[in-house]
């Protein structure tokens, strides 16, 4: 049976600088498409454990978030998590560690960058300590360029709106636009929500609480935004068949449901977001297809669905838990959890027509194992991810793909 929670792989400037390990370290594994250079390897002390999605700058610096450690006297007893710059030399520099509280506590979700160089995420836990639920109920944060972090948002209630773990998106204003897993209200306060943060005042208003049932519940994943205002996301739950469900919501909060996951051989359970390829999104989920174990699908802008790729054929990828990004000729690009020619995750590449080429599979070792966030792409076609774990200390890496 399912369960109503977050899955568990995914719920001052500190100038530290910490060489990597193994930067830069090609790992050559055997019938592999193409080469992984491990770029860093987590210790599991202060710089973190278990990293979250990367974004880059311009420059080439990559930034993230790590769920865990980094103070191990804060509130939660693998460390409340850190944010993180890798330059292009494989230097890793802490630009805060978490220490619950006040401060926020388990980050997760990738960054977003501005033009500015500011960087915006949330917290899982931490801010109001008194909000309903004894860790905190989330925040939402801002780093400037120089590692500054100010605290935007604390959720006040665990009733209202709480544990935003997907991150959050900004439009051409500097308003921030974000989902919490939890909340939504007395009618059903763990369904969750879908909430703007305006950039003057700090104004927060939730945009739509989900209830349950065929409305959805349980949005994980952050949410896509079109260029009329348009915001599009999925629900873990819910749905005509219980197997989640993809949404929309127009400028003024008025909800549509695009689909309802479930009906076999369609995919269930949603926990990524989706991705535009000009009118159509995509997107995957972890369960369902036709081996049960994960699908890649196409929407079209009524909700049509398409299934371009059911995983769990030998030595395919299996539970595509990141969300997809695509190139400019329409391929989408992934990761799987676990699968691969030695059963600890894979990168992937599928075509417009649905056809899957593995570009790498873990090894579990050096290379790390476990890829539970998407990947970036790079105007040279390199692709950027990290993995929960393995390295060279077994806490996650950040790894890069040439083509």
């Not at 450690?69 to 978490?98: I, R, V, Y």
């Not at 309903?132 to 972090?149: D, E, P, Q, R, Y």
């Amino acid at each position: 049976m399912k369960q109503n929670s977050i899955p568990q792989t995914h719920l001052s400037i500190c100038k530290l600088a910490l060489a990597a390990s193994l930067a830069f370290a090609a790992v050559c594994v055997p019938a592999q498409a193409q080469t992984l250079t491990t770029l860093y390897s987590f210790t599991g002390g202060p710089d973190g454990t278990q990293p979250n999605g990367l974004v880059r700058d311009s420059g080439g610096n990559l930034y993230g978030t790590a769920r865990y450690a980094g103070d191990l006297d804060c509130s939660e007893k693998q460390g409340c998590g850190t944010a993180f710059k890798l330059n292009q030399t494989g230097t890793l520099t802490l630009l805060h560690t978490f220490v619950g509280g006040a401060d926020g506590a388990l980050p997760e979700g990738a960054l977003v960058l501005d033009a500015a160089g500011d960087l915006f995420g949330t917290t899982v836990y931490g801010g109001n300590i008194y909000c309903g639920n004894s860790g905190g109920c989330g925040t939402v944060f801002k780093l400037n360029a120089a590692g500054k972090k100010t605290i935007l948002y604390a959720f006040p209630s665990s009733l209202e709106a709480s544990l935003p773990g997907g991150g959050v998106i900004e439009d051409a204003n500097g308003n921030l636009y974000g989902t919490t897993a939890w909340g939504g209200g007395a009618s059903c306060s763990n369904c969750g929500t879908v909430f703007k943060l305006r950039a003057t005042g700090g104004t927060f208003t939730i945009l739509h609480a989900f209830t349950g049932g065929t409305d959805g519940q349980l949005p994980y994943a952050g949410l896509l935004r079109d260029a009329a205002g348009n915001l599009f996301g999925t629900t873990y739950l819910g749905g005509a068949f219980n197997g989640g469900t993809a949404f929309k919501l127009n400028s003024a909060g008025k909800e549509t449901l695009l689909h309802s996951f479930g009906s076999s051989p369609d995919g269930i359970d949603p926990i990524a977001g989706l991705v535009a390829n000009g009118a159509d999104l995509y997107g995957c989920t972890p369960n369902g297809g036709v081996y049960s174990v994960g699908a890649v699908y196409k929407l079209d802008k009524s909700g049509n669905e398409t299934l371009l790729h059911s995983f769990g054929a030998p030595t395919d990828g299996v539970q595509p838990q990141g969300a997809l990004i695509h190139d400019a000729s329409g391929n989408l690009y992934g990761t799987t959890y676990s699968g691969g020619a030695f059963g600890y995750g894979t990168v992937f590449k599928i075509d417009a027509t649905g056809n899957e080429t593995i570009l790498y599979s873990f090894g579990g070792g050096a290379d790390g194992l476990g890829p539970d966030s998407g990947v970036i792409l790079d105007a040279a076609g390199n692709l950027y991810g990290t993995t929960l774990s393995g390295g060279a200390f077994n806490n996650g890496t950040i790894f890069k793909i040439a083509p």
